[in-house]
């Protein structure tokens, strides 16, 4: 299993573009790296998932360099709703069923 | 609608006494696993189930047990709780493996004294 590394914590204010990198330099071929976003005292909740290149979804977009060794969550014009931990996993599609999820991103998102 | 449930969502008991948390969903999903939350140590899986009577270790497992004799019902039990197992635990459920977008239940918050 690739281990993950991200921020333990970021700052950010109400509209602006908030960018979570996660290093994954062990990640394997078979691998796929997808995001969760969990409020206080409530279940993870599936945010983006991806292989390379970029992937759009209505809530974010996750880019993926050639090398796939990082990652980056970007969340445009975030709100005071988007304050939360934001994780991040690396898996195979073929035997994932062992998850690391580690301790996050602990975003705040102030006026 | 579409949903992992748990059981209960908050309990205090006693050293040693056995309790389950029961965990259900109505997704047909293949999948599901069980995580426990401590502050500053983010989510950890306990067991996961790939399928009926399917079960593997997860990353923390001393000290639970599971079971999965039905596609919806993955129970945690705790046959001898200490208070090292005082934690949020979280249900998951989804379709074919953990890569897949994993639902979670509102979670059960245990207190052993």
């Known amino acids: 299993l690739a281990k993950t590394t991200q921020p333990i914590s970021m700052d950010s204010y109400e509209g602006q573009e908030v960018n979570i990198t996660c290093s994954h330099n062990n990640i394997a071929t078979n691998d796929y790296i997808t995001w969760y976003q969990q409020f206080p005292s409530q279940g993870p909740r599936f945010i983006i998932q991806?292989?390379?290149t970029k992937v759009t979804n209505e809530v974010a977009s996750l880019f993926i360099p050639a090398d796939r060794k990082s990652s980056t969550l970007s969340l445009p014009r975030v709100s005071l709703s988007d304050t939360a931990v934001y994780y991040c996993l690396v898996g195979r599609m073929d035997s994932s069923y062992k998850l690391i999820f580690g301790s996050g991103t602990r975003l705040l998102v102030r006026p | 609608e579409a949903q992992v449930t748990q059981n209960p969502r908050y309990l205090i008991t006693v050293t040693g006494k056995k309790l389950t948390v029961t965990c259900s969903q109505n997704m047909n999903h293949e999948y599901m696993s069980w995580y426990r939350q401590d502050p500053g140590l983010g989510l950890r899986q306990i067991y996961y189930s790939m399928n009926v009577e399917v079960t593997d270790k997860g990353d923390v497992p001393e000290g639970y047990k599971v079971s999965r004799k039905e596609k919806r019902n993955f129970p945690l039990i705790l046959e001898s709780p200490s208070p090292n197992q005082t934690s949020l635990y979280f249900c998951?459920?989804?379709?074919?493996?953990?890569?897949?977008?994993?639902?979670f239940g509102p979670g059960t918050r245990l207190t052993v004294l």
């Open positions: 991806g292989y390379k």
């Open positions: 998951a459920s989804s379709l074919t493996g953990g890569y897949n977008e994993q639902f």
